[in-house]
Every structure is written in structure tokens, then in C-alpha cells.
């Protein structure tokens, strides 16, 4: 049922709405990667200009996705089937490799990536995304919530619009600080954390890193996939207490007049961010009741149609069984 439900969503999806989210995808993982090459490959400058304008970079990088995805398609209609990850991988690594020649004529090599570089990072993601049954754009989907009936427990759906809006805000701002995290943590690796003599300050450092991203993902996790109510209340209060308690102390240092206005602007960004916690919770109460009343109409119009089908039949029984010999 569960795969009969996703073929038919597939199938409502326009296909250049699952390419433009493939290749978006793909670009936001080959900006990542391009990143991660300058960053082993030794440039100093410009990749902290990259990791800033992270947003920016991706929508360089979606035209290049598509251009190399384009072929992909290409040969799948040619060959009228899909082609498997070997293949998509060996076009979209020629196709990149000929994009990083071009864009090296332009260019020196000592600004941008080499063209094996180049086909690596653009290639590998596209290959892997594009022509595939990953369909990115489940990024913009509602999730599941959890729903007690009696004493068995099932998830459900739901698609409903608010709901989602109230989930997604949180879900991409998420899903961005993930990104910026590990990209920021690999940039701190190279430059601090390359001394085999590490310091009490840089293992603190790498600590409040993994918290960090751990926090994030269980993030992103929770906005697709809620679990009950009072799990969810429970988990987002413990999640939040340290963003609170820090905003707090924000809020108090910047009233006693210390540092300016930094204090109050860090403070403002945590409490939005809580309160996109708010919203995302409350939103999935919401939607955990919604689904949770249409159950119970469901079964309400069930129990309806049997009355229905019991009245009638003693209406036939009373008025109708004369006619084969029956008496009142």
C-alpha cells in the first residue's frame, strides 16, 4: 500500500519538477564537495568568501547540474530505459570533465578547481541524483506524525498546507547550518585542529562541533518524522533549554550595557529560532489532530452506513415480506 501511495505522488509530480529538484540537490552537494577540494587542495582566501556565500554558489551551481544531467536524460530516452549509477557516473564525468576544460581556459588553474577536480565534484552528484528514484523534492513534503488509536499506535500523513509551513522554515534553516557547520568545522580542522598537541580549548571546541550537528540533524529529523505528542513537547523542551538559557544570558548582559549591541542581536537570532521550534511544534499538534478527527469521522460515516443498511432491511422485512408470505 505504502509503495502503491509513493508511485501515485511520483506519478501527480511533474518529471521537470523531480529534474529541477535532482539537479538542485546535486548542486548543493558539489558546491560542498568543490569546497572541501579547495580546502584540501590549499587556497586560503577564497574559500571563506565560498563558505559566506554558500546560498549563491548553489544557484551558480544549478545551471551546471543541469547541463551535465541534461545528457543523462538524453541517453535514457535514446536507450528507452534507466540507466544505472555506472553509467549515469561515466556521462556525467565526461560531460563535467569537458565543463572543467572550458572553464580552465578562462580562468588560471590556480583560482579554480583542475578539470579532474571539477568532474568529481559536479559529476559524482549529478550521477548520483539525477535519473535516479531519489526524489529531492520530498525536502518540501509534510512527514509523519505518530496517531493513538486506543492502545495500538500508527503514523500517518497529512496534506495539509499550513502544517507543512509550519515545519518547513525550521526543516531548511536546519538543513543550511548543517551544511555551514561541517563546512565551518572542516576550514577549523585545517587551520587549528592539524597540531597532533591538542589543547583543552580545541577539545571543547570539536565537543560543542558534534553537539552541534547532532542537534541538527535530530532537527531535521523531527520535522519529517514526529513521534507522539508528549514525546515531542518532552524532546523539544530538552532540545531548546540551552538555546533559551543562552538567549537569556544574552538578554542580561546586554541590559547591564556590556558589549553593545552584539549581545542583543545573538539574542534575537536564538529567540527566532525557538520560535521556529514553537511553530514547527505546534503545527504538528495540529496536524496530529486533524488526522486524528478525520479517523474518527471515518469511522463515525462507517458506523452510519451499517445503521443505514440495518434500517432499511427492517423496512424491507416489515413492508415487503407479505409479498412472499409473510404476515405484519
Excluded at 544505472?84 to 572553464?103: C, D, E, H, K, S
Excluded at 499538534?285 to 452510519?304: C, F, H, M, S, Y
Aim: with cysteine.
Amino acid at each position: 500500500m505504502k509503495n502503491d501511495a509513493n508511485n501515485q505522488i511520483d506519478k501527480s509530480i511533474p518529471a521537470v519538477i523531480t529534474f529541477i529538484s535532482q539537479c538542485f540537490a546535486a548542486g548543493v552537494l558539489a558546491t560542498c564537495l568543490s569546497i572541501l577540494s579547495a580546502l584540501i587542495t590549499g587556497w586560503h582566501h577564497d574559500v571563506y568568501l565560498l563558505i559566506v556565500a554558500l546560498p549563491l554558489i548553489v544557484l551558480l551551481s544549478l545551471p551546471v547540474s543541469a547541463f551535465i544531467g541534461g545528457p543523462l536524460g538524453l541517453v535514457a530516452s535514446i536507450l528507452n530505459r534507466h540507466l544505472n549509477f555506472p553509467v549515469r557516473l561515466a556521462v556525467a564525468w565526461t560531460v563535467g570533465y569537458a565543463i572543467g576544460l572550458w572553464l580552465e581556459s578562462l580562468v588560471s588553474p590556480e583560482s579554480f578547481l583542475s578539470p579532474f577536480e571539477f568532474a568529481i565534484c559536479f559529476g559524482i552528484p549529478t550521477a548520483f541524483l539525477v535519473g535516479s528514484k531519489i526524489r529531492p523534492w520530498k525536502v518540501f513534503t509534510f512527514g509523519t506524525v505518530i496517531i493513538n488509536q486506543g492502545q495500538s499506535t500508527s503514523r500517518k500523513t497529512s496534506s495539509n498546507v499550513l502544517a507543512l509551513l509550519g515545519s518547513l522554515p525550521l526543516r531548511l534553516l536546519n538543513i543550511h547550518l548543517l551544511i555551514l557547520t561541517i563546512l565551518i568545522e572542516a576550514t577549523l580542522w585545517r587551520e587549528g585542529y592539524r597540531d597532533f598537541k591538542w589543547e583543552r580549548n580545541q577539545l571543547i571546541a570539536v565537543a560543542i562541533a558534534i553537539f552541534i550537528i547532532c542537534y541538527l540533524i535530530a532537527g531535521i529529523y523531527l520535522s519529517y518524522r514526529t513521534p507522539s505528542t508528549s514525546v515531542l513537547v518532552t524532546l523539544v523542551i530538552l532540545f531548546n533549554t540551552p538555546t533559551i538559557g543562552l538567549a537569556i544570558s544574552f538578554y542580561s548582559i546586554w541590559i547591564r550595557g556590556i558589549w553593545g549591541l552584539g549581545f542583543l542581536g545573538g539574542a534575537i537570532i536564538l529567540t527566532g529560532y525557538v520560535m521556529l521550534w514553537a511553530l514547527c511544534l505546534a503545527s504538528r499538534i495540529w496536524a496530529a489532530r486533524l488526522i486524528r478527527r478525520q479517523i474518527l469521522l471515518d469511522q463515525l460515516a462507517v458506523v452510519n452506513e451499517h445503521h443505514c443498511l440495518g434500517k432499511r432491511m427492517a423496512f424491507w422485512q416489515q413492508e415487503c415480506a407479505l409479498e412472499f408470505g409473510g404476515t405484519r
